[in-house]
């Protein structure tokens, strides 16, 4: 497996060590910080003291997934993303990643300056794949969803968990192959919450590592995620402890990106897990 993504404008993004994927949405709707940083200027401001707080990329969404959410029209999406995406590139060479489906917001995004695509259905949209491997440098993460987001927790079933999803990802790497994809530029997200059940969640979280056999690096999304209001009977704005044990856990089990809303607090854990872990080296 290679630790050193290439990336657009001859930059690359070292994941020898855990890095920190701040999670900025430009929505009026995500299930914890929706409306907030709408406007540019203030998304702005908000991907800077990201940035400051430890971040090492930015992932820009204008679209909510979470569980029931409502469809966004392209025009809406592309209003929302894009000025933000210019904003921050004008200001910052730091690596900005692109949440969303669609393959021209995927184009629009890449064009303004983004440096990965997050998808979560993983290039199954209508023209996806095509549109992204015109991109020779961009890097490519492929989600695991059950169903679509409006229904996926209706009634999530798994004739076995890692050999399915360990299936789907397989698929979704030799169709990207065989778009002109090459492997080298794809990341992994198993999908916390996205078509799982909690008890599906906590597995896939106490075996995280399952999935680094696919040789790809390996994202880990479950700030503030309903598996830790469930599990402890929080609110989401009482979930940060939950979120920080789940971001270490996942750390030590092979996550190579830690996708967080609370960037600062997460770099802290990071920063005194990878400490032991070179004081064991030497």
């Known amino acids: 497996m ?15 060590r855990p890095v920190i994927m701040g999670i900025l949405n430009v929505t009026p709707d995500s299930f914890s910080d929706g409306g907030q940083f709408l406007d540019p200027k ?34 809406d999406e592309l209003a929302r993303v894009i000025p933000a995406i210019k904003a ?12 969303t489906s669609k393959a021209q917001v995927m184009e629009q995004a890449i064009l303004a300056g983004a440096d990965i695509v997050n998808d979560v259905r993983a290039l199954q949209e209508i023209d996806a794949l095509e549109t992204v491997a015109q991109y020779e440098d961009v890097a490519i993460c492929l989600m695991h969803m059950q169903g679509q987001p409006r229904s996926m927790q209706s009634s999530p079933h798994y004739d076995n968990l890692f050999a399915d999803i360990s299936m789907f990802f397989s698929e979704r790497i030799k169709a990207c192959e065989t778009a002109g994809i090459k492997f080298e530029r794809l990341i ?22 399952d999935f680094n ?16 209001g469930n599990l402890l009977n929080r609110n989401t704005n009482e979930r940060l402890a939950g979120s920080l044990a789940g971001a270490l ?22 920063g005194v897990y990878q400490a032991c872990e070179q004081g064991i080296s030497q």
Do not use: W
Not at 2 to 16: A, H
Not at 88 to 98: A, E, G, L, P
Not at 188 to 209: E, M, R, V, W
């Open 249 to 270: 856990i996942a750390a030590q089990n092979g996550a190579k990106i830690i996708r967080v809303h609370d960037v600062k607090e997460t770099a802290d854990v990071l």
């Open 2 to 16: 290679t630790n050193i993504l290439k990336l657009p404008r001859g930059r690359t993004l070292n994941l020898e």
């Open 213 to 228: 056999k696919l040789g790809l690096p390996l994202l880990a999304g479950l700030s503030r995620k309903s598996m830790i």
């Open 188 to 209: 992994l997200d198993p999908g916390f919450g996205f078509g799982k059940t909690l008890s599906h969640n906590y597995q896939i979280l106490a075996k995280f590592d």
């Open 88 to 99: 921050i590139r004008q200001h910052s060479d730091c690596v900005i990643s692109i949440d």
């Open 42 to 75: 203030i998304a702005l401001k908000r991907a800077m003291q990201l940035l400051d707080d430890g971040a090492t990329i930015l992932d820009i969404g204008g679209e909510s997934t979470r569980p029931g959410a409502p469809d966004v029209s392209l025009e």
